[in-house]
T-cell receptor
Framework: AQSVTQLGSHVSVSEGALVLLRCNYSSSVPPYLFWYVQYPNQGLQLLLKYTSAATLVKGINGFEAEFKKSETSFHLTKPSAHMSDAAEYFCAVSEGSSASKIIFGSGTRLSIRP | DSGVTQTPKHLITATGQRVTLRCSPRSGDLSVYWYQQSLDQGLQFLIHYYNGEERAKGNILERFSAQQFPDLHSELNLSSLELGDSALYFC????????????????FGPGTRLTVL
């Protein structure tokens, strides 16, 4: 079965600093990987997704993630944090060849210090 | 705004009761997915419907059931409610379903917060 591990339930960075949110996956087949963001009292919004095209995936709001098969990782980065980036971030993997069942990580809460 | 609507926004009920959560997908989307988000179990996939047919099941309890109607809206029915069922229930929709091999983006609604007292 596929799974996702997010390292660090809470990450705090200063405004303008690099954001790095870590995600490792487990999969016996080529995975489809996603990063979602959840702002307080809102639903989830797709930031970006990897579907085996390019290993470096660019998403919305200046975020990007790099798929590294050798490290089974899909870390999310943003060069310069903004106060509006404060939210919960979820890494996710779809199971098998189907997009139906998305397995979510436990989430990482990102706080931005002024 | 994702275009997915969910009603009600909040629901407070008692143990043993039954409730129905409603989801309207984005215009033109054929697939509807239900998720449960709770503090202890995180975000879990419950069930997927495509054009009225059940396509995949996740960690959905037998006390829970869902259906998708001809107009493509979906309802999630939760019965014999327990305290542990208190959670945020999300609906998501996508244009297609499993046939697109994982590239189908799911758009999430704002959720229904269920509190069981």
């Amino acid at each position: 079965a596929q799974s996702v591990t997010q390292l660090g339930s809470h990450v705090s960075v200063s405004e303008g600093a690099l954001v790095l949110l870590r995600c490792n996956y487990s999969s016996s087949v080529p995975p489809y990987l996603f990063w979602y963001v959840q702002y307080p009292n809102q639903g989830l919004q797709l930031l970006l997704k990897y579907t085996s095209a390019a290993t470096l995936v660019k998403g919305i709001n200046g975020f990007e993630a790099e798929f590294k098969k050798s490290e089974t990782s899909f870390h999310l980065t943003k060069p310069s944090a903004h106060m509006s980036d404060a939210a919960e971030y979820f890494c996710a993997v779809s199971e098998g060849s189907s997009a139906s069942k998305i397995i979510f990580g436990s989430g990482t809460r990102l706080s931005i210090r002024p | 705004d994702s275009g997915v609507t969910q009603t009600p926004k909040h629901l407070i009920t008692a143990t043993g009761q039954r409730v129905t959560l409603r989801c309207s997908p984005r215009s033109g989307d054929l697939s509807v997915y239900w998720y449960q988000q709770s503090l202890d179990q995180g975000l879990q996939f419950l069930i997927h419907y495509y054009n009225g047919e059940e396509r995949a099941k996740g960690n959905i309890l037998e006390r829970f059931s869902a259906q998708q109607f001809p107009d493509l809206h979906s309802e999630l029915n939760l019965s014999s409610l327990e305290l542990g069922d208190s959670a945020l229930y999300f609906c998501a929709s996508s244009a297609r379903g499993t046939s697109y091999r994982g590239t189908d983006t799911q758009y999430f609604g704002p959720g229904t917060r269920l509190t069981v007292l």
